[in-house]
């Protein structure tokens, strides 16, 4: 098992800087598309190629952090944002841009495979996930509100994301470094939950793909179809990621008390309805209601799959590649979203995007019930291929402090298989009851009374 940070705001700390990039998406595929003469559909292929950069990072480094320690990676990560961003914002021309958001894009993917797999390590994976969302919403809510004032053309979303990137760096030293390990704890094994894992990481793809693929055409939908200034458009996104500040505090703070099957399935459904009223939206008012409502529940049930990948393996794996997987799906929502809004326009594009929504909640939600959706009560143990034992604790009256509190994540008990040396008794060694024993009964007694 690897070793515990001893706080978590390093983590979050490297999870904003990693995850800021994707949530910038929708106002750098807008100036890249007004500023740098870009189709709508080219804007979208910069920003994929970012994210499937990122996507490459986290599939790379999957299961090799506990190896290398989070220390170095987290700042090789920060190191290629900060570069590969800069760079991009100080280039002119299309193929340098495109270069520096790349080499931005594996920076962003290795500062978030370092997160994942440090979440997945915590005690509480879900509350550090809720802060993490809740950090870089609130960071890119704040850049939404600076931004479209500032000007800067394509530039300055690209030298935003460096910046942080840099302000991250001293939050590093507070991760730990390479982790000794011996023989009787390798770095290498089995993945548990295989089937479990592999529906859950083809979930998240899907379900991302089609979350990205509106919010990278979010910005043309208000420009194009409602008739919005950039100004607006950026009050409006500045408001949906506070609704989403909010939905992430909320998420916080019900933890696991409804298990995690009931908010991704229930949050699903929400998110797949919004998803139709904002890109139906024919004034501010539905507009702003769809961005809102669909910003508010899509970080909420976000942080759920993250928790629910890192419930599945304590070492990070799983979370590491479930979050890579998303982010493919977010590196193709662009570039779907530009193909569907220019092909079908808007109002089809949200339809069919809610239809897959509603279409990938059912595997999805079934993986969280199999793998332990609903809350622990107290006393009960999640055994191998059986019910758990419920209020077992409380019905044998069981010391106090050894009861797990109502809502806390089932643990699994490991079976141990010890080798049992069995030997043949000694007829010699057994006399019968009684007066048969005769003299030798006598003697042993006399010999007993003796001592």
């Not at 709508?40 to 950069?53: D, E, I, K, N, R």
């Not at 910003?295 to 590491?320: C, E, H, K, M, Q």
């Amino acid at each position: 098992m690897s070793s515990r940070p001893r706080a978590a705001w390093p983590l979050v700390a490297v999870f904003t800087a990693g995850y800021l990039a994707a949530y910038l998406l929708p106002t750098i595929v807008g100036r890249l598309s007004v500023y740098l003469g870009l189709s709508t559909a080219q804007a979208g292929l910069v920003g994929s190629a970012l994210l499937l950069s990122s996507a490459t990072a986290g599939f790379t480094l999957a299961g090799r952090v506990e190896t290398y320690g989070p220390r170095r990676p987290a700042r090789i990560g920060l190191v290629l944002a900060t570069v590969g961003y800069g760079c991009a914002a100080l280039a002119g021309s299309v193929p340098l841009v495109v270069m520096g958001a790349m080499i931005g894009g594996l920076g962003s993917g290795t500062a978030t495979a370092v997160a994942a797999a440090g979440i997945a390590a915590q005690r509480d994976p879900h509350r550090t996930s809720s802060l993490g969302l809740l950090s870089v919403s609130a960071t890119a809510g704040a850049l939404y509100l600076t931004i479209p004032h500032l000007g800067g053309g394509h530039r300055l979303p690209f030298a935003s994301i460096a910046l942080v990137a840099l302000l991250v760096w001293p939050a590093t030293a507070r991760l730990g470094g390479v982790t000794p390990t011996g023989p009787a704890a390798p770095v290498a094994g089995r993945l548990p939950h295989r089937r479990s894992g592999l529906v859950l990481a083809g979930g998240m793809l899907v379900w991302s793909m089609a979350q990205n693929a509106l919010w990278g055409v979010s910005s043309r939908i208000g420009v194009s179809q409602v008739g919005l200034s950039e100004v607006t458009i950026g009050a409006v996104f500045a408001a949906a990621l506070g609704a989403g500040l909010l939905g992430v505090m909320g998420a916080g703070m019900l933890g696991a008390r409804l298990g995690r099957a009931v908010p991704i399935g229930m949050g699903t459904v929400i998110i797949a309805a919004s998803i139709v009223l904002s890109s139906s939206a024919g004034n501010l008012g539905q507009f702003a209601t769809g961005e809102i409502l669909w910003n508010t529940v899509y970080p909420v049930v976000l942080s759920y799959l993250i928790g629910l990948a890192a419930s599945l393996d304590v070492r990070g794996r799983w979370a590491v590649l479930a979050g890579s997987a998303s982010s493919v799906g977010v590196a193709c929502g662009p570039v779907l979203g530009s193909v569907l809004s220019e092909q079908a326009g808007y109002p089809v594009m949200g339809l069919i995007l809610g239809a897959v929504t509603l279409l990938v909640a059912a595997p999805v939600t079934a993986v969280a019930l199999h793998t332990g959706g609903r809350p622990l009560v107290p006393g009960s143990v999640r055994r191998r291929g059986g019910a758990p034992a419920a209020l077992l604790a409380v019905t044998t009256g069981a010391v106090p402090g050894a009861v797990p509190k109502l809502g806390a994540p089932e643990q699994a008990v490991t079976e141990i298989s010890l080798p049992v040396r069995r030997r043949r008794p000694v007829r010699t060694a057994f006399r019968t009851a009684g007066p048969a024993g005769g003299a030798g009964q006598s003697n042993a007694y006399a010999s007993t009374s003796d001592r």
